[in-house]
């Protein structure tokens, strides 16, 4: 199975006032395309770091990071905005879902982005949609959403992108224990798809849901 994710030497660290952190250390990590994995730790631990990195939201400050073989550590931002635009779909904890759009409307945004005519962006939205069980709320703006429909519509969002790679930060964080069995059903869903997923999660019950799971701790891959 090929590698969509290669780490090789990853080290990040923040300069404070008070010196430096060493956020994570000497990361080497290959994750196969069509893998689910998931990735555990106390607070403070470096998994959101290293999430941030993988998603390319922020570059580690030594070490290679390679994406479907392409070295991205090192790449232009404007690269690297096309890169978590197109390859990449995000679940938040927090929904990150827009207030004053419709539910079909967040989905729709990163297809905006990326161009996508009006016609086929809503074809697009209406199935990542129907996908996650919400096309009965087509309209609905988050607040008349509960926090698991709210999720549902993140995970539609992160699917009309077609990524090759799916980024979880604590997706069940915010719901109750149905809901949050509700959305690991679809993570898994997606996975038996064919979609590669990675959770950041704190919630040993989640983690074991996933094929690998990965334990950091000190920034550091301790299992």
Avoid: W
């Amino acid at each position: 199975m090929t590698d969509l994710i290669t780490l090789s030497h990853i080290t990040k660290i923040y300069k404070t006032k008070s010196g430096e952190v060493h956020a994570l250390e000497n990361i080497d990590l290959n994750i196969p395309e069509g893998a689910f994995v998931s990735i555990t730790g106390q607070s403070g631990s470096g998994k959101s770091t290293l999430m941030n990195i993988l998603g390319c939201l922020d570059r580690p400050t030594s070490g290679d990071y390679f994406l479907e073989g392409t070295p991205v550590s090192s790449m232009k931002e404007k690269r690297l905005s096309f890169i978590r635009n197109n390859l990449i779909g995000f679940i938040f904890q927090s929904f990150n879902l827009i207030p004053t759009l419709s539910a079909v409307e967040n989905v729709e945004l990163p297809l905006v982005y990326r161009g996508t005519s009006k016609k086929a962006r809503r074809k697009t939205a209406l199935e990542a949609l129907k996908t996650v069980g919400l096309d009965q709320r087509l309209n609905h703006r988050p607040a008349e959403l509960s926090g698991g429909q709210q999720q549902r519509v993140a995970i539609a969002r992160a699917l009309a992108a077609a990524p090759r790679l799916i980024l979880a930060d604590e997706p069940t964080g915010n719901l109750d224990s149905r809901c949050g069995c509700e959305i690991m059903d679809i993570l898994k869903n997606l996975h038996r798809s064919g979609a590669t997923i990675v959770i950041i999660t704190h919630d040993s019950k989640v983690a074991a849901m996933a094929q690998t799971c990965i334990n950091i701790s000190d920034g550091r891959i301790i299992s």
